[in-house]
């Protein structure tokens, strides 16, 4: 069948044709994105009770909430945070695979049950219940240089009335997410003491606006009557404008005359919240992050949007300016250019060595054939797997690019051998090279692809990472086998020609590349003759090889141990984040001046380019609150940072400058590579409280557990933004005195809710767009505890009564923030390693210290990415035996012996070997990148091994002896295996100089396969010989191998 190719070239390149061509088209339409969907589903729940504090959020919203979505289908764990401004946000995260949309609507029938269990405040407001897209492209705003005119307020709103709506419909764009609750709102202050002159309570004041401020629908006149005309009745509606409200009648006086609402509070126009406040270099500014959807291509939209906003610029206010902080088509077209360069200096490095071995540019062409056919044609397959362009679709065919030269290298080599040892002409050269290795490169093309089967039972966004990875590799592995058997040898029969009938024995080339190849020929010829002299030696001295082969399994069994783990390395992406933290209670100015002395030192850096900074802003735990803010720096281009150009050093020094900022703690961490996960880079984990203890207490466990911590070598930092030291009252009702004056405790707190929380009381629509009406004391009424003295509640006698007389405030303290993990209590912790450690590192001091410190009722959940980290690292190991297994099997069924593959599969520890040798060399963690090209080597040490075995079996059955067939496979295979492997190294070199984008995911596939394909070779060759004696006597040796011996030879004697 083979043969059928060499007779019609046609077909061969046609075949080859086509597979470009679909390639090629496949390109332009497959999506492309950072990366895939790794991070897990997830779900969130927002609420809010206006004007109550952290604790009573957590335990009337979150609590029965929590409860009712508890166990819900797929879900893996959820965590909660409770403000003190009322707001509660829910994160429940799902298993990998899940399907958002179906996850949304079970959380939402969960939460649906659990209505009549919450405050009827916090139904009224409303509870939201979306997926969350975790694929953020793109972190911008719009900046205001005159303040005064246009404000953060005016610039949210602006936003959400003239961009986002226009970017949300450009198609890929799932959401674009506003940061800050500052939509407009009608905002009543009241004035208690007007209210209490007029005998009036809060509520009354309440039900005048919602009585006003309603839609109606009186119907019309004339319908079904005898008139000529019909007349529709309509009524004003709701209030929009100020006046409006002012004007709204309270009450009648006796005199005839009319309190208003304008007597008794100031009505403004304006924002709905008062939490927090965003600026970018010193200038307000609003922001918003883009999303994309699922099989999106994200370089598209991000083109789409910089378009769009080009064209608003003509349109916007006088000083008012888009910026944009964070784009991942930056780091995407870096890595894409970086990788095309890198894939364009691999192919010509391999051709260069494959140019040397095989010294005939023909000859050289025909493995560069291979190289686009193959990287090419893998387009097709990933569009019609549902892949997209990502950075592990691109490293894998930056790696394949070593690996698809082989087989067509291999069948070069082969004809070569073959013209040259029997100066066949080339036609019949080629027929009988590839009927003797044919076997040899189907062998090798699904031992290849059989180490990749295992990766589709990975669970998790491990497993979406491998597959990715692994999938896209094997792909472009079976097209060059497709080439190897169709186009090479067809390409080999057509551009081949025999040297001795071309030049002679005697027709030597002149010049210096004659005298290069001759020189290079004959030092190839001596190193194979001492080659085969110190192969002779291993193999009569077989304990020798033996012993040597268990040092080195030992030793890389020493290696793998001490290796530090990982997950995904962070890369440079051009933005560093940070936290801060102000002392307890602190108000948002007291943040904003301690913010304002880190900006000006962070700005002084070389490598700033902007300084964007949210105060009130906890990014942690994704709540608002006034002691806390956070900051993302963009960074200037790589080559223009100055002295320190890597983000996490540039965060390192920050850490030591900003220390002398004595009103705030601040941490900085690198941006995470990979979004989902959490929002910064380093490890993560929850402290949980399982005996229901006070928060003072959780709090004081927490600072002590994060103590010890701190005094391992192996952790940075480690911290948390809990403190349940705020300062707080506590409100001691006197419910004999109220009782005896006619008080309600229930009106008494709506009453203190209203004036010092705030109250929704209805909605109105400006601009096409629905906003809130809200009530509260104005600020003057509600600055300190001696303003309940203005305060008044009615009682059951219309009589108003001092607030003062029925309540006490008792100084106490408690948490800002109230996080709930699986349902207790918790704290979020999250920290760095040390340079020189890892995750993996500071993962286990975690868990010795938590066994070591931790009291009894308290326990940890580990979170984010570091969950993954570990639940990834359960099941590598088992991936790589069932790899191993995988080929083992393959190859026992095509040996039909059980025993001979132990010669191939025994000698994968050489290259293990080298991967954890060079990988330590260089301080890269065992992260996973490391571990797919681990699984990669497999496939590649056993076809080095495959090449001397196959042939060693062939020259076996042809009657030699089990030395002579292993010299002879180990002299004639020598070449194509030093060829094969010396062109995959050198197409790695520049994974292992690149620099900037993405270098560091470069770095550890890049020198981790070097290095285990160099001492894969260096040692392969010389034990996998030695193995193949061993075990090729052993499987002779067997019964029942001798029966079967007996028997045809009984056969062939009854056939005579």
């Known amino acids: 069948m083979l043969q059928k190719f060499i007779e019609?070239?046609?077909?061969?390149?046609?075949?080859?044709?086509?597979?470009?061509?679909?390639?090629?088209?496949?390109?332009?339409?497959?999506?492309?994105?950072?990366?895939?969907?790794?991070?897990?589903?997830?779900?969130?729940?927002?609420?809010?009770?206006?004007?109550?504090?952290?604790?009573?959020?957590?335990?009337?919203?979150?609590?029965p909430i929590e409860e009712a979505v508890n166990g819900v289908e797929n879900m893996t764990y959820m965590t909660s945070n409770s403000s003190n401004d009322g707001s509660m946000t829910l994160s429940i995260f799902f298993k990998q695979g899940s399907d958002p949309d179906n996850a949304a609507v079970n959380v939402q029938n969960r939460v649906s049950k659990a209505m009549s269990q919450l405050p009827q405040e916090v139904v009224q407001a409303g509870i939201s219940t979306q997926k969350v897209q975790n694929s953020m492209i793109m972190f911008m705003g719009l900046s205001s240089s005159d303040p005064k005119q246009y404000d953060e307020l005016f610039l949210q709103n602006y936003l959400k009335i003239n961009v986002i709506p226009q970017i949300q419909r450009i198609p890929g764009v799932a959401q674009a997410q506003v940061f800050g609750a500052r939509d407009y709102s009608m905002r009543v202050w009241l004035k208690p003491d007007r209210l209490a002159d007029n005998n009036l309570s809060p509520q009354e004041v309440l039900a005048a606006i919602k009585n006003s401020n309603l839609e109606a629908a009186p119907g019309r006149l004339g319908q079904g009557s005898k008139e000529t005309y019909e007349y529709i009745?309509?009524?004003?509606?709701?209030?929009?404008?100020?006046?409006?409200?002012?004007?709204?009648?309270?009450?009648?006086?006796?005199?005839?005359?009319?309190?208003?609402?304008?007597?008794?509070?100031?009505?403004?126009?304006?924002?709905?919240?008062?939490?927090?406040?965003?600026?970018?270099?010193?200038?307000?500014?609003?922001?918003?992050?883009?999303?994309?959807?699922?099989?999106?291509n994200s370089n598209e939209i991000i083109t789409e949007i910089e378009k769009q906003v080009e064209e608003m610029k003509t349109t916007l206010p006088k000083g008012v300016e888009p910026i944009i902080m964070y784009n991942s088509k930056d780091f995407l077209d870096a890595s894409i250019h970086q990788v095309v360069e890198t894939l364009v200096i691999a192919f010509i490095l391999v051709f260069i060595v494959v140019y040397i071995f095989l010294q005939d540019f023909r000859s050289t062409l025909i493995p560069a054939i291979a190289v686009p056919v193959a990287i090419i044609g893998t387009f097709f397959f990933l569009n019609l797997f549902g892949f997209s362009i990502n950075m592990l679709t691109l490293f894998a065919l930056v790696l394949a690019i070593g690996i698809v030269v082989d087989d067509a290298i291999v069948v070069v080599e082969a004809v070569h051998s073959k013209m040259e040892h029997t100066g066949l002409p080339v036609e019949q050269a080629t027929r009988e090279s590839m009927?003797?290795?044919?076997?040899?490169?189907?062998?090798?093309?699904?031992?290849?692809?059989?180490?990749?089967?295992?990766?589709?039972?990975?669970?998790?966004?491990?497993?979406?990472?491998?597959?990715?990875?692994?999938?896209?590799?094997?792909?472009?592995?079976?097209?060059?086998?497709?080439?190897?058997?169709?186009?090479?040898?067809?390409?080999?029969?057509?551009?081949?020609?025999?040297?001795?009938?071309?030049?002679?024995?005697?027709?030597?080339?002149?010049?210096?590349?004659?005298?290069?190849?001759?020189?290079?020929?004959?030092?190839?010829?001596?190193?194979?003759?001492?080659?085969?002299?110190?192969?002779?030696?291993?193999?009569?001295?077989?304990?020798?090889?033996?012993?040597?082969?268990?040092?080195?399994?030992?030793?890389?069994?020493?290696?793998?141990?001490?290796?530090?783990?990982?997950?995904i390395p962070t890369e440079?992406?051009?933005?560093?984040?940070?936290?801060?933290?102000?002392?307890?209670?602190?108000?948002?100015?007291?943040?904003?001046?301690?913010?304002?002395?880190?900006?000006?030192?962070?700005?002084?850096?070389?490598s700033t380019k902007h300084l964007w900074v949210a105060d009130g802003l906890n990014f942690i735990s994704n709540a608002n609150a006034s002691p806390y803010a956070a900051g993302f720096i963009k960074l200037k281009d790589q080559d223009k940072r100055g002295a320190m150009s890597d983000p996490d050093q540039i965060a390192a020094a920050l850490t030591g400058k900003v220390s002398q900022v004595k009103d705030a703690s601040t941490f900085f961490f690198n941006f995470p590579t990979v979004q989902g996960f959490g929002n910064v880079s380093g490890f993560e984990f929850m402290l949980q409280d399982k005996t229901n203890g006070s928060f003072e207490q959780l709090g004081t466990t927490t600072q002590a557990f994060i103590g010890e911590l701190m005094k391992r070598p192996e952790i940075a930092f480690a911290f948390t933004t809990y403190a349940a030291g705020n300062?707080?009252?506590?409100?001691?009702?006197?419910?004999?005195?109220?009782?005896?004056?006619?008080?309600?405790?229930?009106?008494?707190?709506?009453?203190?809710?209203?004036?010092?929380?705030?109250?929704?009381?209805?909605?109105?629509?400006?601009?096409?767009?629905?906003?809130?009406?809200?009530?509260?004391?104005?600020?003057?009424?509600?600055?300190?505890?001696?303003?309940?003295?203005?305060?008044?509640?009615?009682?059951?006698?219309?009589?108003?009564?001092?607030?003062?007389?029925?309540?006490?405030?008792?100084?106490?303290?408690?948490?800002?923030?109230?996080?709930?993990?699986?349902?207790?209590?918790?704290?979020?912790?999250?920290?760095?390693?040390?340079?020189?450690?890892?995750?993996?590192?500071?993962?286990?001091?975690?868990?010795?210290?938590?066994?070591?410190?931790?009291?009894?009722?308290?326990?940890?959940?580990?979170?984010?990415?570091?969950?993954?980290?570990?639940?990834?690292?359960?099941?590598?190991?088992?991936?790589?035996?069932?790899?191993?297994?995988?080929?083992?099997?393959?190859?026992?069924?095509?040996?039909?012996?059980?025993?001979?593959?132990?010669?191939?599969i025994l000698t994968i520890p050489t290259g293990i070997f080298g991967v954890y040798a060079f990988t330590g060399l260089a301080g890269i963690d065992n992260n996973i990148y490391v571990q797919v090209g681990l699984i990669m080597l497999v496939g590649l040490l056993a076809k080095n091994a495959i090449l001397i075995v196959e042939f060693a079996v062939q020259r076996r059955k042809a009657g030699k002896t089990l030395i002579e067939s292993a010299l002879q496979a180990s002299r004639l295979r020598l070449r194509p295996i030093l060829m094969t492997s010396f062109a995959f190294i050198i197409g790695m070199l520049p994974l292992v100089w690149t620099q900037g984008a993405a270098a560091k995911g470069n770095h550890s596939i890049g020198i981790s396969t070097v290095g285990g394909m160099f001492t894969g070779v260096v040692f392969g060759i010389f034990i996998i010989p030695v193995m193949y004696v061993i075990f090729q006597y052993l499987h002779e040796k067997m019964p029942s191998r001798k029966k079967r011996k007996l028997r045809k030879e009984k056969a062939a004697l009854n056939y005579i």
């Open 8 to 63: 019609r070239p046609v077909l061969s390149t046609v075949i080859s044709i086509i597979l470009l061509l679909l390639g090629a088209l496949s390109v332009f339409q497959l999506p492309i994105t950072l990366f895939p969907d790794i991070a897990p589903p997830s779900v969130q729940v927002t609420a809010s009770y206006p004007g109550a504090n952290a604790e009573v959020v957590a335990r009337s919203v979150a609590n």
């Open 233 to 296: 009745l309509k009524y004003k509606g709701k209030l929009n404008q100020n006046t409006d409200y002012e004007n709204i009648v309270i009450k009648s006086n006796n005199d005839g005359s009319f309190l208003r609402l304008k007597d008794v509070a100031r009505v403004e126009f304006g924002s709905y919240s008062y939490t927090a406040s965003n600026r970018v270099d010193g200038k307000p500014v609003a922001g918003f992050a883009i999303l994309q959807t699922a099989g999106s």
């Open 435 to 567: 009927s003797e290795i044919s076997g040899a490169i189907i062998s090798i093309t699904l031992v290849m692809s059989a180490v990749f089967v295992p990766v589709g039972f990975m669970q998790g966004p491990a497993g979406v990472f491998y597959r990715q990875f692994a999938f896209t590799l094997a792909i472009a592995i079976l097209i060059s086998a497709v080439n190897a058997l169709t186009l090479s040898p067809a390409l080999c029969a057509l551009l081949l020609s025999n040297p001795q009938g071309e030049h002679g024995e005697h027709g030597q080339k002149k010049g210096f590349g004659a005298r290069f190849f001759n020189a290079f020929n004959a030092a190839f010829n001596n190193m194979t003759r001492k080659y085969i002299y110190s192969l002779k030696f291993l193999i009569k001295n077989k304990w020798v090889g033996v012993g040597g082969l268990v040092l080195i399994t030992a030793f890389t069994i020493f290696l793998i141990n001490k290796a530090p783990t990982g997950f």
């Open 572 to 606: 440079d992406q051009g933005f560093v984040l940070f936290a801060v933290n102000t002392p307890p209670g602190s108000s948002l100015e007291r943040t904003h001046k301690a913010t304002a002395e880190i900006d000006k030192i962070i700005n002084k850096e070389e």
């Open 727 to 904: 300062p707080q009252y506590t409100i001691e009702v006197d419910s004999d005195k109220a009782n005896q004056l006619g008080v309600s405790v229930t009106d008494l707190m709506q009453t203190m809710q209203i004036y010092y929380g705030s109250s929704f009381v209805s909605d109105f629509n400006r601009f096409g767009k629905y906003y809130r009406v809200m009530a509260q004391a104005d600020v003057p009424y509600r600055t300190d505890a001696n303003s309940l003295e203005g305060i008044y509640v009615k009682n059951n006698q219309s009589e108003m009564v001092p607030v003062k007389t029925l309540v006490t405030l008792k100084r106490t303290f408690g948490p800002e923030t109230v996080t709930r993990n699986n349902l207790f209590n918790a704290v979020t912790i999250n920290g760095t390693p040390k340079p020189g450690y890892s995750t993996g590192d500071a993962i286990k001091a975690v868990e010795e210290t938590a066994k070591q410190s931790l009291p009894r009722g308290y326990g940890y959940e580990w979170t984010g990415i570091t969950r993954e980290e570990i639940k990834t690292g359960g099941q590598t190991g088992f991936i790589f035996l069932l790899s191993i297994l995988f080929v083992y099997f393959l190859l026992a069924a095509q040996y039909e012996s059980y025993i001979l593959p132990f010669a191939i």
